[in-house]
């Protein structure tokens, strides 16, 4: 379970309290009908190091290294067309296995807490939010046609040339793999599962 995730499940409880069986509880509370407590791996993604780590627990079981993210870089306020990859936590929302880019595994951006603040601000109306909080009910990827974007995923390279992956960050505001990094990243993937963007 992301460290994060865990402190925030363990809000409330004294210090030195044994508190991971009731993280374990509200973590297995979170969890999408037919997940199991033991679901731990998660994907966590350094933007600075341009290194994608599959986790389980705080364990590293697998790292991809030289991945590239959005040519304005990583922000975590990201408007639509600025072509930063967003900063946060997220879930798969999609996992499409034949794209333009090869496999696409879609993440649920915006995220609702950004939805709302965008709201409060007057950055999206009543209705583009009422949209974005049904897709996260639904586990769906959130409309990408709001001011703050969307559309945002893992993926390859597809058709790409490799070399200029390897020398620039150049999507849109995804991360890209090359096309047999996501095609291993693929066995770990699943619906739902969690993302975290640093």
């Known amino acids: 379970m992301p460290p ?26 979170l969890l999408a009908p037919g997940q199991t407590a033991a ?6 993604i350094d933007t ?18 030289n991945i590239a993210i959005g040519r304005g870089g990583a922000a975590s306020r990201r408007a639509r067309g600025d072509t930063q990859t967003p900063l946060g936590t997220f ?10 880019y090869h496999r696409f595994f879609g993440i649920n951006y915006p995220a609702l807490d950004d939805a709302l603040r965008a709201h409060a601000s007057g950055k999206i109306d009543d209705a583009e939010l009422a949209a974005i909080r049904r897709a996260h009910e639904l586990g769906r990827e959130p409309p990408a046609s709001t001011p703050l974007g969307g559309n945002i995923g893992i993926h390859g390279l597809g058709a ?16 890209a793999l ?11 993937v699943r619906p739902r599962m969690i993302v975290v963007i640093r």
């Open 4 to 29: 994060a995730f865990a402190r925030r499940c363990g809000r409330g409880l004294a210090p030195g309290a044994a508190w991971a069986p009731a993280v374990a509880l509200c973590g297995a509370l």
């Open 160 to 175: 790409g040339d490799p070399r200029v992956h390897e020398d620039f960050n150049w999507t849109d505001g995804c991360i």
């Open 91 to 100: 879930r798969i929302s999609s996992i499409r296995e034949e794209t333009r």
């Open 178 to 188: 090359t096309n047999e990094q996501v095609d291993e990243l693929s066995q770990w």
């Open 48 to 65: 600075g190091e341009r290194v994608l780590q599959v986790m389980d627990g705080e364990r590293a079981v697998h790292r991809f290294e």
């Open 39 to 44: 679901a731990e791996t998660w994907l966590l």
